[in-house]
């Protein structure tokens, strides 16, 4: 058995949970590719994600070399992701981390705020529907026990060597 199944299966879960929100908010969305305030340096993932992207990195030899390219040439001097490329486009976009699926949604954080991007909502979150928001807690948890189970430990720069490491 695959021993990315579990994540891979949580990752199906987040990703249609996104959709969902998106699908109900996107007039308050401002969200679209090239779009990067949030692509933090810095950044670190659990093992699974972090394994997950480094699978990802082997099967697909020219995201490497594209990803190793722009670890050297920084285009965002330190500014931004190592994986965001000069466009703003996220090199590695189709095995980002779970913070990066969620990024810019409406988040119920600790003691129950709800916060969003800045760009997005601009009109506020107070009439937004409960099953709109994403809780961080339960999101946090589930990666935990998923990450435990795939035998995860340290979190993981996100970073090409990181990842790698």
């Not at 340096?41 to 390219?69: M, N, R, W």
């Not at 009439?127 to 961080?136: N, V, Y």
């Amino acid at each position: 058995m695959d021993r990315l199944h579990e994540y891979r299966t949580l990752i199906a879960k987040v990703d249609a949970k996104v959709a969902d929100v998106t699908a109900h908010q996107a007039e308050h969305l401002a969200c679209d590719r090239g779009c990067h305030t949030c692509c933090a340096p810095g950044l670190t993932v659990a093992s699974v994600e972090a394994a997950a992207i480094a699978q990802f990195l082997g099967e697909h030899p020219d995201v490497a070399a594209t990803a190793e390219a722009l670890a050297k040439a920084r285009p965002w001097q330190d500014t931004r992701c190592s994986f965001l490329n000069a466009d703003g486009a996220c090199s590695i976009y189709a095995v980002r981390p779970l913070v990066c699926r969620t990024q810019g949604l409406p988040i119920v954080v600790e003691g129950g705020q709800l916060t969003a991007c800045s760009l997005n909502f601009r009109d506020g979150l107070n009439a937004l529907p409960a099953g709109d928001r994403i809780d961080q807690k339960t999101l946090s948890t589930l990666l935990f026990v998923v990450d435990q189970r795939f035998g995860g430990g340290e979190r993981v720069a996100l970073t090409v060597d990181g990842v790698r490491a």
